[in-house]
């Protein structure tokens, strides 16, 4: 029987979750017994639609905005980071009931591809994904300070997870990790007006001891990591935390190694949006 995969969410067209889990099921052999298919669902639906997936033929799906609270609150069971980050990505459809994990927080920690324990991040931002990031990095040792366009997001994210507040500013040089996890910069494409005068960096102070992890992503480099580059800092950039944060949800459905690099091209294949 053939085995569904999905990505849910709203708006969902842009995606490049379908491309990207098509060529991983295709190098893995599995494209004649999985598919991945984009479904477009409102946010009062998503909890039905949810349930009957499974009757469906689904064996899983990832979630994205603006389900990704709920996908967690209709869960049977739920890992230890989903419950502690509050959101699930991905739902696993078994006999007994669905299954929620968060690979978005094991997606960033992939993508940034060394050990953050020990070092002082700056996470700007105190939405859904900065929830995710903020959990990974303490929960490896990282002393973390959060940036918030509202700060009193960042005054309740930082109590729950054990972090400080900063108004950032000045004193930005001394982050070794750097992590963009607002909108600004989502939808990237030129002519766009310039971001970083939305964020608290001061770019000139970014250099070779940075590491910079922008999550947004768009038709060209955001600003962020473009400056970044340029100064010379290690970019980590959006759509590598979204290979990774697939390549770890299709680890959890197939059980296999997920094929990184076929994924990496095909999400990058087409670069024309900033859904995730
Ligand atoms: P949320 O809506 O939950 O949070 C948005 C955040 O952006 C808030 O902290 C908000 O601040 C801030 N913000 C919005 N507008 C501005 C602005 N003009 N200036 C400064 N800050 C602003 O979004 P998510 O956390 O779900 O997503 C954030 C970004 O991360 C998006 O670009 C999304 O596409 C990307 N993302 C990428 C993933 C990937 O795999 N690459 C995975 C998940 C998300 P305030 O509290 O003041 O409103």
């Keep these: 029987m053939l085995k569904r995969l999905a990505v849910l969410g709203q708006p969902i067209s ?16 599995l494209a004649e017994e999985w598919t991945y298919e984009a479904i477009e669902v409102a946010p009062d639906e998503f909890a039905e639609r949810a349930r009957s997936m499974a009757g469906d033929g689904f064996v899983g799906a990832n979630v994205t905005v603006p389900h990704k609270l709920a996908a967690l609150a209709i869960a049977d069971e739920a890992s230890q980071a989903a419950r502690a980050i509050g959101a699930a990505n991905t739902l696993s459809f078994r006999g007994d009931g669905i299954a929620a994990e968060n690979t978005d927080a094991t997606g960033f920690l992939d993508a940034l591809q060394q050990r953050p324990g020990g070092k002082r991040a700056l996470v700007m931002g105190a939405g859904g994904s900065a929830r995710a990031v903020v959990w990974a990095l303490v929960s490896h040792g990282a002393e973390v300070a959060i940036w918030n ?11 729950e ?17 750097v992590v963009n996890a607002t909108t600004v910069g989502m939808g990237a494409s030129s002519g766009e007006p310039a971001e970083l005068q939305s964020l608290p960096l001061d770019a000139d102070a970014l250099g070779g001891n940075h590491v910079v992890v922008d999550l947004a992503y768009g038709a ?22 979204l290979v990774r944060q697939g390549a770890a949800s299709l680890r959890i459905w197939t059980g296999l190694d997920p094929p990184v690099e076929t994924m990496r091209r095909a999400a990058r294949g087409r670069l024309d949006s900033g859904s995730d």
């Design 220 to 241: 060209n480099e955001t600003e962020l990591a473009h400056v970044a580059r340029a100064r010379g800092a290690r970019v980590v950039d959006g759509l590598e935390v």
């Design 161 to 177: 997870f054990g972090a400080e507040v900063t108004d950032a500013g000045s004193d930005d040089v001394d982050y070794e990790v």
């Design 14 to 29: 842009h995606s490049r979750s379908p491309a990207m889990h098509s060529a991983a099921l295709a190098e893995l052999g």
């Design 149 to 159: 366009r509202t700060p009193e997001r960042a005054r309740v994210l930082a109590v």
